[in-house]
């Protein structure tokens, strides 16, 4: 299985003759580039044009990150697995107003069913789960627009989150979701973990014939890949956010993990490397696959959800989101 690589310190990718490097002022580690898809850089990394050449050989993406540990941008080499026909198809269901209702609507009932996925678990949340169900049952059929669909997952999100104050630590007290900035640790927890799971999937999709940019729940639009926002929407509660309460829960992340700065918070480089690593296990562990009776990573359900997708656009059969059985 192709691996990623979290660089959460300060130094240099160099190549030297058919090796690539990553250097501090202590250390001279060698990067294993052939089993590498992709990159994170957290940490200030410089790196030349000969490193970037040698990266995009092997379609490495890199994933940049700001000072507070949030996405600011992407490195992606020339795509090789490209299809024109699969593009203007995707585009054609963009067009239509119907195509576009239906795929929208599968991203927000998948996102809806693992919000409820992670409440039944909870003997505490039941009343928000019953809130959550009711607002879904009297919503879904009365929906017209695409804008009419994200007002509902909004206020389905927001008894969502919620219900976080029922079953997380105090110390985590969820008011309301903030996003530009989180002013508290576990707005913070949740912006970070977002933003992982975005650069995830964008890494996903590029290695498939799939047009980052054209999406369907959120507006296309400049300055991001829209699509990854949409299949974000399923994998944010089945992904991130078990991986949140686990890690509040099992006090494996505490306040000490956190910094603030002018009404800003976030995690500091402690706390980053231990959301990384058991964010990583979690996209490692597998499930059986029930219609390929075979293991398959929960990063591993990302790229067929983007199959499925393709599959979808050329007529070969009708997307039906991903709903964790397990």
């Not at 090796?19 to 089993?35: G, M, Q, S």
């Not at 990302?302 to 991903?322: A, N």
């Amino acid at each position: 299985m192709q691996k990623t690589l979290y660089i959460n310190s300060n130094g240099r990718l160099r190549r030297k003759e058919n090796t690539l490097y990553f250097e501090t002022e202590t250390e001279k580690r060698a990067v294993d580039i052939e089993n590498i898809e992709q990159i994170h850089i957290f940490g200030e990394v410089d790196l030349n044009t000969r490193a970037l050449n040698y990266i995009s050989q092997y379609g490495i993406v890199l994933h940049f990150y700001n000072y507070y540990g949030f996405y600011a941008g992407s490195f992606m080499p020339r795509k090789k697995n490209v299809s024109g026909d699969v593009v203007v198809r995707q585009a054609l269901h963009y067009l239509d107003r119907d195509k576009r209702m239906f795929l929208a609507y599968c991203f927000v009932e998948s996102a809806v069913y693992h919000m409820m996925r992670n409440l039944r678990e909870r003997k505490e949340a039941e009343a928000f789960l019953n809130a959550i169900e009711d607002e879904w049952e009297n919503g879904r059929f009365n929906i017209s627009s695409i804008p009419e669909l994200m007002g509902l997952e909004g206020r389905v999100r927001n008894i969502y989150y919620s219900s976080f104050n029922q079953f997380l630590p105090e110390d985590f007290y969820m008011e309301r979701r903030e996003k530009r900035p989180p002013t508290n640790p576990i707005n913070a927890l949740i912006s970070f973990g977002n933003s992982l799971i975005y650069s995830t999937i964008l890494t996903e999709i590029y290695h498939t014939q799939l047009d980052p940019s054209i999406s369907f729940l959120h507006e296309p639009g400049e300055k991001r890949f829209s699509l990854s926002l949409d299949i974000s929407e399923i994998f944010k509660p089945l992904i991130v956010d078990s991986v949140i309460f686990k890690l509040l829960n099992n006090r494996q992340i505490t306040l000490e993990h956190f910094d603030e700065d002018l009404n800003y918070c976030y995690l500091n480089q402690e706390g980053r490397k231990i959301f990384i690593k058991e964010l990583q296990n979690k996209l490692e562990t597998t499930v059986r696959h029930r219609q390929l009776n075979r293991n398959v990573s929960y990063k591993g359900y990302i790229r067929l959800e983007c199959y499925k997708l393709i599959k979808h656009f050329i007529g070969d059969s009708v997307y039906s989101p991903l709903k964790a059985w397990w």
